[in-house]
């Protein structure tokens, strides 16, 4: 078993060195100031990269990631994340991006046990219990992934519950929230509809993103 991990050294002198040849100053640049325009709070599955999936460049994406992109008000690190993306950063759009497939959402979905993780996933499972009745309903294959979108809205609903994204609103700092999903199968990103980008936009926004998830997969035949 290596243990100096040089591979991948190399490959970061590599990429430095093409994104110079690429962008000559890129990374003088860089250590003037850091101005993203986005928040990316998703999901830590390594198949995931953010600024690729997007073709944002170091410092165009501020980026937080947890096991299935969960918001949660007692998380100090994410509220801390989207605090100085705020109030620091200016940061105009926060994204909670979910994916198909999360090992997380399915292993919450399940009520499988995955070690010290389950305590964090007991969100998931929070957000499985309110849909439970519609989701007993949802053809097994899609269930899964049907789980993934529903988080995707709720973790956004969290969002923008916060006393953060309350405060930027409040004071009429321009500040949208969006929900996506990411489809591994296709590598691409689909808009949830659950953009809110004021406190009076946060309910019916909700019910219009639940509404066209559900939609779609009942649209697909019943369990």
Known sequence: MTTDLKELFDNNREWAKQTEVREPGFFSRLLKQ?????????????????????????????????????????????????????????????????????????????????????????HVQDVRNKHQAWLDGVREVDRVNALCELNVVEQALNLCSTTVVQDAWQRSQQVVIHGWFYGLHNGLLEDLTMTVDSADAVIPAYQRALATVKARYDARGVA
């Not at 986005?38 to 990269?49: E, F, H, T």
């Open 34 to 122: 850091q101005s993203p325009q986005y928040l990316w709070i998703g999901c830590a599955d390594s198949r995931v990269p953010a600024n690729d999936l997007v073709g944002l460049l170091p410092g165009e994406l501020f980026v937080h990631r947890n096991v299935a992109n969960v918001v949660v008000h007692s998380d100090l690190n994410c509220l801390s994340v989207v605090q100085f993306a705020i109030d620091m950063l200016k940061v105009q759009h926060l994204i909670v991006v979910g994916h198909s497939g999360c090992g997380g959402v399915a292993a919450a979905l399940a009520d499988r046990r995955v070690g010290v993780a389950d305590n964090w996933l007991r």
